[in-house]
């Protein structure tokens, strides 16, 4: 999977994403029994790359604003 992200960004955007980060949202498939999350990031712009390895499971962040309140999911049944 290799989904592209463009941020057309205004001026006030580009200062705060230096501090707070660019966030975006992408949920994925991950197996029960998986025990890490390897992510891998390339700005085409400058050709830098990097890469994120997250031990599984990750607890969703307390002040997360993505996350929508009072859902919650059934837990996932191992197939």
């Not at 001026?11 to 949920?27: I, K, T, V």
């Not at 990031?41 to 997360?64: H, M, Q, R, Y």
């Amino acid at each position: 999977m290799s989904p592209t992200v463009v941020a057309d960004l205004k001026p006030e955007s580009y200062r705060s994403m230096f501090s707070q980060g660019l966030r975006f949202r992408q949920e994925l498939d991950v197996p029960v029994d998986a025990g890490f999350l390897r992510l891998g990031v390339g700005d085409t712009f400058n050709s830098a790359i990097g890469t994120l390895e997250l031990p599984l499971p990750i607890p969703p962040p307390k002040d997360d604003v993505l996350t929508p309140k009072g859902k919650v999911l059934p837990p996932v049944e191992p197939e």
